[in-house]
T-cell receptor, first 113, second 112 residues
Framework: DVKVTQSSRYLVKRTGEKVFLECVQD?????MFWYRQDPGLGLRLIYF???????EKGDIPEGYSVSREKKERFSLILESASTNQTSMYLCASTSRDRPYEQYFGPGTRLTVT | DQQVKQNSPSLSVQEGRISILNCDYTNSMFDYFLWYKKYPAEGPTFLIS?????DKNEDGRFTVFLNKSAKHLSLHIVPSQPGDSAVYFC???????????FGKGTRLHILP
């Protein structure tokens, strides 16, 4: 059974803080993704990675960076959190064989005050 | 510019009846179309997919239909059950850009 875990379910941070969101998958998937979900906007891709040390910008990368030092772990970093980054953050992973079948973690609801 | 559109933000259906969720797309290069289901406080889960070379795929109570000429797909759930109440995301695989593009979602309410 594929499992994608995220380090926190709920997080409250102050404006200007550096925030780390961690994601770990246990299925040896090559591809990993970070999305944010906002009401009325659906799922928007922030960054993705197809291999260790590789990263690609998604549709809304501004204000974010990522790190993938190990295959199973993909981290999202908010360098200086702002209130407009209050959102639900979802991590996903897929294998190269079935790249369209994404497995999602439970999400992290981040509130920036 | 939305490439995958779900024009109905919500839909209410009586338990036992058919639920039909619709989705339109603009990019003819999409190679796979997908439906994901999401419960509150959980991540989306993959439900069913269809290749762009097919027009129908069935899995139990769920059937997806693809009309390429109209750039339209639909998800049929028969019969609808209370546990089907969730947000459903339509998505499409862009094999050129190697990513998935999601619609904004449709919230399905199954009424007792």
């Amino acid at each position: 059974d594929v499992k994608v875990t995220q380090s926190s379910r709920y997080l409250v941070k102050r404006t200007g803080e550096k925030v780390f969101l961690e994601c770990v998958q246990d299925m040896d998937h090559e591809n990993m993704f970070w999305y944010r979900q906002d009401p009325g906007l659906g799922l928007r891709l922030i960054y993705f990675s197809y291999d260790v040390k590789m990263k690609e910008k998604g549709d809304i990368p501004e204000g974010y960076s990522v790190s993938r030092e190990k295959k199973e772990r993909f981290s999202l970093i908010l360098e200086s959190a702002s209130t407009n980054q209050t959102s639900m953050y979802l991590c996903a992973s897929t294998s190269r064989d079935r790249p369209y079948e994404q497995y999602f973690g439970p999400g992290t609801r981040l509130t920036v005050t | 510019d939305q490439q995958v559109k779900q024009n109905s933000p919500s839909l209410s259906v009586q338990e036992g009846r058919i639920s039909i969720l619709n989705c339109d797309y603009t990019n003819s290069m999409f190679d796979y179309f997908l439906w994901y289901k999401k419960y509150p406080a959980e991540g989306p889960t993959f439900l069913i997919s269809i290749s762009s070379i097919k027009d129908k795929n069935e899995d139990g109570r769920f059937t997806v239909f693809l009309n390429k000429s109209a750039k339209h797909l639909s998800l049929h759930i028969v019969p609808s059950q209370p546990g089907d109440s969730a947000v459903y995301f339509c998505a499409a695989s862009d094999f050129i850009k190697d990513k998935i593009i999601f619609g904004k979602g449709t919230r399905l309410h199954i009424l007792p």
